[in-house]
């Protein structure tokens, strides 16, 4: 049932919603061929081509499987309808938050993954053999024709890559961790932005993508249900109000000066005794 030979595949997705894999199947300037694959069927569907020229590197589906990204080489990004079968060219002018142009950066470091969290952010992992970084697009994700996309640099694209080799795959855990892959190494990205090896593969070679089966749809252990800053004389008085907050123990409070690259903690609020029901917190910032 497969159709067809395949050439470089990549930029695997899946939807977990209906156990089906989409992904370039050949990865070719000039001959691509998108595909899905239907885990519960075993069948195999050719779908409509994409609007890119070059190879693509990076893909996924979205958390709630009505659609596909994905990032060529050049840095051009797409959307693809998963229910319409149709491609939205989405735009190539990227930048950072300082307002500097990814073009060359995505050009250099040709190789890397993204995925999708649970609240609808955009992760993308751009690598070669030398260095690597990581970037952030904001929800709502845009799915029509963009003059401008920015990107939140969230690991600059200078850190050295481990062992001279490129990342390949980005995914997340159910729990909301970040995991990176080379060619033959797991690694997991850590809350300050470093990275700890994890472990080779078992098979040499599987670590050139990498696609989530589970999203953090609930990144804290606790409901949300308001949060606001209230601006005060010389300071600023956070109140927010949670429910179900299981195995709660304490909040940490961060401060960012920097457009939130850097966080520092600068106060401690305990939980509750009572994990169960809502409850109201406030801490003033001087």
Known sequence: ?????TSNSNSIGLAIQTSTFYFFQNNTSGSQKFVSFNGNTNTYTTLANSPISGSDVRG???????GYYCL???GTLCYYNIAGNTWVKIGSNIVNQFGTNLASTFSNLNTGDMAIDGLGKL???ASNSSNWGLYMLNAPLPTTAQATITLKQ???????????????GIAYNATGQIYLSTLNDLYLLNNNLTITHVGAFSVAGVGSDLTSCNYPFSVLPVNLTNFTATNQANSVLLNWMVTSSEDLNLFEVERSTNNGIDWNSIGLVMGPE?????????FKVL
Do not use: K
């Open 274 to 282: 009572d994990n169960f029901n809502e409850q109201h917190y406030l």
């Open 60 to 66: 996924c589906v979205t958390a709630d499987g009505t």
């Open 72 to 74: 060529d080489a050049s």
């Open 123 to 125: 992760w993308i992992v």
């Open 154 to 168: 969230e690991v600059a694209p200078t850190q050295p890559t481990p062992g001279g080799t490129f990342f390949a």
């Open 1 to 5: 049932g497969y159709p067809g030979s």
